[in-house]
Nanobody, 119 residues
Framework: QVQLVESGGGLVQPGGSLRLSCAASGSIASINVMGWYRQVPGKQRELVANIIEGGTTTYSDSVKGRFTISRGNAENMVYLQMNSLKAEDTAVYYC?????????????WGQGTQVTVSS
């Protein structure tokens, strides 16, 4: 059984910063990709950023230059540093990982963490 658990969401004023964390646990053989998606009511879930084995990163245009994704020293961690936050960044943020485990390869999702940017 593989689980992803996010933390670090909350309420922040425009221009502020938050750091999201995601920990993967369980019978993990390898993690190929870890990333962050976000979703607002009535809209599709969208990619925010991801990082693949070797460290190559991808960002959506809307967050480039403001957000930074990184993997932790513990291999099963991923972080999203969010700076210069805007009201339009308000969403539920989900951690995602492509993981090879004892039962094969699959995509896993966390439960989501709310980020609200408001004055």
């Amino acid at each position: 059984q593989v689980q992803l658990v996010e933390s670090g969401g909350g309420l922040v004023q425009p221009g502020g910063s938050l750091r999201l964390s995601c920990a993967a646990s369980g019978s993990i053989a390898s993690i190929n990709v870890m990333g962050w998606y976000r979703q607002v009511p009535g809209k599709q879930r969208e990619l925010v950023a991801n990082i693949i084995e070797g460290g190559t990163t991808t960002y959506s245009d809307s967050v480039k230059g403001r957000f930074t994704i990184s993997r932790g020293n513990a291999e099963n961690m991923v972080y999203l540093q969010m700076n210069s936050l805007k009201a339009e960044d308000t969403a539920v943020y989900y951690c995602n990982a492509a993981i090879a485990s004892l039962i094969g390869r699959a995509d896993y999702w966390g439960q989501g963490t709310q980020v609200t940017v408001s004055s």
